[in-house]
């Protein structure tokens, strides 16, 4: 595997700090077989919000012609798991809420000072004041963007609570696991969980993007990065239940927010694996809400665009 994403066709933000001047630093489909399962109806969440899910062999991967060869989506491979029980939907600004508020934590973006927003989301003078780095330029560095402030000062969380939490680097994605008596999935219990069932396609729910003209994901409308038409109803992040859950019962795992896994990129690097794409991604650009696709941001970063869910054993 390669040490890192390649840096073009990305829209996340580059690692904390990375080439942006006036900041502190943070840190130095188709294609394969084709095997659905009978899997009923999606399961229902427990009292915990998680699914429980039998474990097993499944395809991961994918040798897509959509995909970055770079990010080392394939070769397809059988891969078994363990039985495990997985968050329904990504963990909401609620959950972290009381998180924060019965152990104290305290983010990386907020003890740095600042995290990465999206330049449409901000009013003109912030925007035009924040810096920027030079590769993804629709990305602002803003001083006191947090979890609860995610556009930053000024901005709050007044009907988002049923929204994913953003803004959490890695290690806040796993201090709250640990509080939740949980852990972060690991790369191929996500794929296994979001894939639903089925092997061999594109997403969660089969190979077309919108069948039969209906949205089944948060992602971005338009032309990216400067209009987003919102034809799926969400101009940036949609509450954790928004669309159709899959096979499995999970709920966005394509589009809305990428999620942390507990996996480094590949051995000996520090970033570590995100999945599922965003509400950024765009298939002219960055069509990573496939269910195969990856990517990676060291484990310090955070973002307006970056939630995660958790897992346990059984």
Known sequence: MPDEPPPSARCCPPPGG???PGVRSRSPGSGGPVRP????????????????LPGGEFLMGAQDAEGFPGDAEGPVRAVRVAPL????????????????????????AERLGWSYVFA????????????????????CAVPGAAWNRPEGPGSGLDG????????????DAAAYAAWAGARLPTEAEWEYAARGGLEGRRYPWGD??????????????????????????????????????????????????????????AA?????VVRGGSH?????YCNRYRVAARSANTPDSSSGHTGFRCARGR
């Open 268 to 272: 000996g690097s520090a970033e570590r």
């Open 18 to 20: 990375e080439s942006v």
């Open 280 to 284: 950024l991604c765009h298939a002219s």
């Open 160 to 171: 988002r609570a049923d929204h994913p939490v953003v803004h959490v680097s890695w290690y």
């Open 85 to 108: 029980r997985i968050d329904a939907y990504a963990v909401t600004n609620a959950r972290f809420a009381a998180f924060v508020a019965d152990s104290g934590h305290v983010t990386d």
């Open 120 to 139: 449409g989301f901000l009013p003109g003078a912030l925007r035009r004041d924040a810096p920027r780095p030079e590769r993804t330029p629709w990305w």
């Open 208 to 265: 077309e993007l919108d069948p039969g003209g209906e949205y089944r994901c948060n992602i971005w409308r338009g032309t990216f990065p400067t209009r987003n038409t919102a034809a799926d109803g969400h101009r940036g992040t949609a509450p954790v239940d928004a669309f159709a859950p899959n096979g499995f019962g999970l709920y966005n795992v394509s589009g809305n927010v990428w999620e942390w896994c507990a996996d480094r990129w």
């Open 37 to 52: 399962r009978s899997v009923g109806a999606p399961a229902r969440p427990g009292p915990d919000g998680m699914v429980d």
